[in-house]
């Protein structure tokens, strides 16, 4: 369904070889290692078997040498810290050689790892590298989605949209996606590369759009925050919504607020509405996870609390929905 190959300045990436419809299970896989702390990851890759090392230094990393001034003070610090163990090991007679560690071995390693780790949705402070999904390039509007499979075991990579062939597959390495690009930008810094994907070209009359629609969302979360849980909370879902739709923006977010804003529905009253809002987060939920992921089991479980009896009749309704959230948007 896909091959890796060059995609310009982002190094390596993962390209589409035919048509691929949204919920395709891309990729199901555990990680090679991981760490509590970015600072534990040149070790784990040295304790890596020769083939899962290989890998790993396959993997591009960003330009350390001029982006980090940190990290060559750091690799250098290491680098004493283990001459000093080697040559106290050979005193003591522990060991009989000195290895001689070099500072570009360790950067090279730092480098890797920061730009291609992974939150894992089981333990946000735990990051992972893997051995293809690392290979996914960024994209604030990305087609895919990656999220933890308990019931497998792995990390699980599903399309969120039709991907035609040629197109490159990407997910958005951030945690939330209706940031305006400047936070978005602050947010990557760790990753040690500038995105450059349609959303933050700002030359271009839809990405200046976006910005105006991702500054309002940013606003109406703050409505949202300092709702009293009146009647206003719903319309304010409602619009960001909409916003998301229209920004193309899929995956579990969107999914939760799906859910969330059909129980506001359904304690107004509007048993309609919330039909058609929560069907359409358990088919966003379906689409990024899997329908044996226990997040869309969570999810269907929680609509099933709400009581809002058959949700197949309202699977038109959520179209027609997202449709007119768009259409309000944009008449705004």
Same mark, same amino acid.
């Given at each position: 369904?896909?091959?890796?190959?060059?995609?310009?300045?982002?190094?390596?990436?993962?390209?589409?070889?035919?048509?691929?419809?949204?919920? #395709?299970?891309?990729?199901?896989?555990?990680?090679? @290692?991981?760490?509590?702390?970015?600072?534990?990851?040149?070790?784990?890759?040295?304790?890596?078997?020769?083939?899962?090392? %290989? $890998?790993?230094?396959?993997?591009?990393?960003?330009?350390?040498?001029?982006?980090?001034?940190?990290?060559?003070?750091?690799?250098?610090?290491?680098?004493?810290?283990?001459?000093?163990?080697?040559?106290?090991?050979?005193?003591?007679?522990?060991?009989?050689?000195?290895?001689?560690?070099?500072?570009?071995?360790?950067?090279?390693a730092?480098?890797?790892?920061?730009?291609?780790?992974?939150?894992l949705?089981?333990?946000?402070?735990?990051?992972?590298? @893997?051995?293809?999904?690392?290979?996914?390039?960024?994209?604030?509007?990305?087609? #895919?989605?990656?999220?933890?499979?308990?019931?497998?075991?792995?990390f $699980?990579?599903?399309?969120?949209?039709?991907?035609?062939?040629?197109?490159?597959?990407t997910?958005?390495?951030?945690?939330?996606?209706?940031?305006? #690009?400047?936070?978005?930008?602050?947010?990557?810094?760790?990753?040690?590369?500038?995105?450059?994907?349609?959303?933050?070209?700002?030359?271009?009359?839809?990405?200046?759009?976006?910005?105006?629609?991702r500054?309002?969302?940013?606003?109406?979360?703050?409505?949202?925050?300092?709702?009293?849980?009146?009647?206003?909370?719903?319309?304010?879902?409602?619009s960001?919504?909409?916003?998301?739709?229209?920004?193309?923006?899929r995956?579990?977010?969107?999914? $939760?607020?799906?859910?969330?804003?059909? %129980?506001?529905?359904?304690?107004?009253?509007?048993?309609?509405?919330?039909?058609?809002?929560?069907?359409?987060?358990?088919d966003?939920?379906?689409?990024?996870?899997?329908?044996?992921?226990? @997040?869309?089991? $969570?999810?269907?479980?929680?609509?099933?609390?709400?009581?809002?009896?058959?949700?197949?009749?309202?699977?038109?309704?959520?179209?027609?929905?997202?449709?007119?959230?768009?259409?309000?948007?944009?008449?705004?």
């Amino acid at each position: 369904m896909f091959i890796a190959r060059p995609a310009g300045a982002k190094g390596i990436g993962l390209f589409a070889t035919q048509l691929i419809p949204a919920g #395709t299970r891309l990729l199901a896989e555990k990680p090679l @290692f991981t760490v509590a702390s970015e600072s534990e990851a040149y070790a784990a890759s040295r304790r890596l078997g020769s083939h899962d090392r %290989k $890998t790993f230094l396959g993997l591009v990393g960003g330009d350390a040498r001029e982006r980090s001034k940190r990290l060559w003070v750091e690799a250098g610090g290491h680098t004493v810290k283990e001459v000093v163990r080697d040559v106290a090991n050979v005193i003591g007679k522990r060991n009989g050689a000195i290895t001689w560690p070099r500072a570009p071995s360790y950067l090279n390693a730092r480098s890797i790892f920061l730009s291609n780790n992974f939150a894992l949705s089981t333990s946000p402070s735990m990051r992972a590298i @893997f051995p293809n999904i690392s290979r996914l390039n960024h994209a604030c509007v990305p087609n #895919t989605e990656a999220n933890w499979n308990a019931n497998l075991d792995h990390f $699980t990579v599903h399309t969120l949209s039709p991907v035609r062939e040629g197109e490159e597959l990407t997910l958005s390495y951030l945690e939330s996606h209706g940031a305006v #690009t400047a936070d978005r930008r602050e947010a990557l810094r760790g990753f040690m590369f500038e995105c450059s994907c349609a959303a933050c070209e700002m030359g271009t009359p839809a990405a200046q759009q976006g910005e105006i629609s991702r500054a309002d969302l940013q606003i109406k979360v703050r409505e949202f925050a300092q709702s009293d849980g009146s009647k206003g909370e719903l319309s304010i879902m409602r619009s960001m919504l909409g916003m998301y739709e229209q920004e193309g923006i899929r995956g579990r977010e969107l999914a $939760t607020m799906y859910i969330a804003t059909a %129980k506001l529905a359904q304690m107004a009253g509007l048993l309609e509405e919330a039909r058609a809002l929560a069907s359409r987060g358990l088919d966003l939920e379906e689409t990024c996870c899997g329908s044996d992921s226990q @997040f869309f089991a $969570t999810s269907l479980a929680g609509v099933e609390r709400l009581q809002l009896g058959d949700l197949n009749g309202a699977v038109e309704d959520a179209e027609d929905m997202s449709s007119s959230h768009r259409i309000a948007i944009a008449a705004s």
